[in-house]
T-cell receptor, first 110, second 115 residues
Framework: DAKTTQPPSMDCAEGRAANLPCNHS???????VYWYRQIHSQGPQYIIH???NNETNEMASLIITEDRKSSTLILPHATLRDTAVYYC???????????FGKGTLLTVNP | DSGVTQTPKHLITATGQRVTLRCSPR?????VYWYQQSLDQGLQFLIQ???????AKGNILERFSAQQFPDLHSELNLSSLELGDSALYFC??????????????FGPGTRLTVT
């Protein structure tokens, strides 16, 4: 499994973009980058995933560097309900399981 | 609402006992995953079933076992319970469990307290 490194915590003002970084320098060529979030003891929620290209969906955008060693999850207009722990995970390929690290606690402030 | 259901929501039992946690995947999903989340260990993958067959194993103790039934629901059995087994147990499901890991959808979890 790819080892990922995320800052333990970040703050963001409500209405502003939240940019959450992740380093995954050991990711292999066929491993995807997945982002999940967990709001206070609820089940983790899938956000987005990508392989090489940038991806966007209704929740967020994922920017992956060309060398695939890092990525950034962007929540374009953060709300108080986006306060959660965000997990960046390298997986896929022949790995079926998701290995969750400690993630980043994003606190959105009013 | 992810479409994944788990019962019960809360379970309190004593050391040495055995419990069964139940999970119903999203309609159409063939894969079921079980995770354990404790305060000191974070989210740990336990086991995966795909269409009734065990597909992958993680850090699952020998006292724990799981199965997936023909209707695709899954049960996680925990026996000889210890205080350290107190945790949140999550079930997740995905469309497939083949070569690539597809996005997983998690249930609300079962909170197990062992006293």
């Amino acid at each position: 499994d790819a080892k990922t490194t995320q800052p333990p915590s970040m703050d963001c003002a409500e209405g502003r973009a939240a940019n959450l970084p992740c380093n995954h320098s050991t990711i292999s060529g066929n491993e995807y980058v997945y982002w999940y979030r967990q709001i206070h003891s609820q089940g983790p929620q899938y956000i987005i995933h990508g392989l090489k290209n940038n991806e966007t969906n209704e929740m967020a955008s994922l920017i992956i560097t060309e060398d695939r060693k890092s990525s950034t999850l962007i929540l374009p207009h953060a709300t108080l309900r986006d306060t959660a722990v965000y997990y960046c995970i390298g997986g896929g390929g022949s790995n079926y399981k998701l290995t969750f690290g400690k993630g980043t606690l994003l606190t959105v402030n009013p | 609402d992810s479409g994944v259901t788990q019962t019960p929501k809360h379970l309190i039992t004593a050391t040495g006992q055995r419990v069964t946690l139940r999970c119903s995947p999203r309609s159409g999903d063939l894969s079921v995953y079980w995770y354990q989340q404790s305060l000191d260990q974070g989210l740990q993958f336990l086991i995966q079933y795909y269409n009734g067959e065990e597909r992958a194993k993680g850090n699952i103790l020998e006292r724990f076992s799981a199965q997936q039934f023909p209707d695709l629901h899954s049960e996680l059995n925990l026996s000889s319970l210890e205080l350290g087994d107190s945790a949140l147990y999550f079930c997740a499901s995905s469309v497939e469990g083949g070569m690539y890991t597809y996005e997983q959808y998690f249930g609300p979890g079962t909170r197990l307290t062992v006293t």
